[in-house]
T-cell receptor
């Protein structure tokens, strides 16, 4: 079982819709969770992080964390073509220092 | 903004060559990391460092070594390049306390022929 799992996609949504990206993790000792966006040919850039159960909102982005079910999700409201990218979920374990373990990413395509 | 600079964007090397990939960050971050990214495999940690002259192996350290003589600079060394080390190499840095995400450099696409 992979430590961090994501559906590779592609996930296609129409412009203006809500995109929902999901991630599950295997280590219950995980304590910090990050979402990165990576455009083709570019390096990952941090979008959001979440530590506590529940929702965290930042503009059009909402991160959701459920530690009991070991999943974290990213919602993108009012999706734009510029949101088309690969979204990487990353997990930081308790006692693992600052190391992040990444999922393989979900490709999102926002269609006009 | 934190800036993480990788010295080369594209690099072509021959099998058996010793290869140096350089990474410099300008925000006094304690932690620095080297990952490689391959299609279908995602980002895999090669080595990381929490402090000057300190290094720890990541998940795939074989065939690599690192050097951190100064806080701002973290070098990845391929001792004898092989074709299976053809990849995108990403350097990242983060502040000391846990709970902070990384800032990545722009990456070096290395091709070993």
């Amino acid at each position: 079982q992979k430590e961090v799992e994501q559906n590779s996609g592609p996930l296609s949504v129409p412009e203006g819709a809500i995109a929902s990206l999901n991630c599950t993790y295997s280590d219950r000792g995980s304590q910090s969770f990050f979402w990165y966006r990576q455009y083709s040919g570019k390096s990952p850039e941090l979008i959001m992080f979440i530590y506590s159960n529940g929702d965290k909102e930042d503009g059009r982005f909402t991160a959701q964390l459920n530690k009991a079910s070991q999943y974290v999700s990213l919602l993108i409201r009012d999706s734009q073509p510029s949101d088309s990218a690969t979204y990487l979920c990353a997990v930081q374990r308790r006692g693992g220092g600052n190391k992040l373990t990444f999922g393989t990413g979900t490709q999102l395509k926002v269609e006009l | 903004d934190v800036k993480v600079t990788q010295s080369s964007r594209y690099l072509v090397k021959r099998t058996g060559e010793k290869v140096f990939l350089e990474c410099v960050q300008d925000m006094d971050h304690e932690n620095m990391f080297w990952y490689r990214q391959d299609p279908g495999l995602g980002l895999r940690l090669i080595y990381f460092s929490y402090d000057v002259k300190m290094k720890e192996k990541g998940d795939i350290p074989e065939g690599y070594s690192v050097s951190r003589e100064k806080k701002e600079r973290f070098s990845l060394i391929l001792e004898s390049a092989s074709t299976n080390q053809t990849s995108m190499y990403l350097c990242a840095s983060s502040p000391g306390p846990i709970g902070h995400g990384y800032t990545f450099g722009s990456g070096t696409r290395l091709t070993v022929v």
